[in-house]
């Protein structure tokens, strides 16, 4: 089945460890996101990529660190340097489709979402 | 960068009435979705809408994009209705909106028996 597969689903993490989430899609979808959401809050954009081998900042990378070296892959790493680190992670992509009537170009459209990991730190 | 404000934050209805959540946005874009977040965090999209109506079951949604608002229909409303209900939008920057995907703060919405 095609779909974004977030693992693990729990992860729990000791102080000054850092830890991996991953992230694969069989979707063949251009952008991929990271976001994180603390308990009664929305999503925060921490990294997202467009292509591969190319990922900018969101709105709260500090302490994060991601890579893009497949299509199909975008592992966020949480680094010792992120103070506060529980949270619940999703991950989404979405395909990249012509925009009509501006002579050629692409946006992204609808996003899907992977089902979390919830990180805790022990 | 693009703002988005949805409301009511909190709605808390019987089973069977209807409401209609909204959501404002401070810029164009080019996308427009609604999810609802379950009870085990699972975001399900329910519309892409950057413009226009759409249906599905008892939800309806529709989108002003020229003026920066969406509304989010439930009708008959279920137990099963209750949840965070999320808006999302891609600002267009210039027509090639390699961007960000913005959330608001969501709406919680409650339904009891």
């Known amino acids: ?68 070296e497949k299509k199909e892959s975008f592992p966020l790493t949480v680094t010792s340097a992120q103070k506060n680190p529980t949270a619940f992670y999703l991950c989404a992509s979405t395909p990249k489709a012509k925009v009509v009537g501006t002579g050629g170009a692409y946006s992204n459209t609808e996003a899907f979402f992977g089902q979390g990991t919830r990180l805790t730190v022990v | 960068g693009i703002q988005v404000e949805q409301s009511p934050p909190d709605l808390i209805l019987q089973e069977g009435a209807n409401s209609t959540l909204r959501c404002n946005f401070s810029d164009s874009v080019n996308n427009l979705q609604w999810f609802h977040q379950n009870p085990w965090g699972q975001l399900i999209n329910l519309f892409y809408i950057p413009s226009g109506t759409k249906q599905n079951g008892r939800l309806s949604a529709t989108t002003v994009a020229t003026e920066r608002y ?30 960000k995907l913005t959330f608001g703060q969501g709406t919680i919405l409650t339904v009891h028996p």
């Open chain 2, 70 to 99: 969406s509304l989010l229909y439930i009708s008959s409303s279920q137990t099963t209705d209750s949840g965070v209900y999320f808006c999302a939008v891609l600002a267009n920057a210039g027509g090639t909106s390699y961007g």
């Open chain 1, 1 to 68: 089945d095609g779909g974004i597969t977030q693992s693990p689903k729990y992860l729990f993490r000791k102080e000054g460890q850092n830890v991996t989430l991953s992230c694969e899609q069989n979707l063949n979808h251009d952008a991929m996101y990271w976001y994180r959401q603390d308990p009664g809050q929305g999503l925060r954009l921490i990294y997202y990529s467009q292509i591969v081998n190319d990922f900018q900042k969101g709105d709260i990378a500090e302490g994060y660190s991601v890579s893009r």
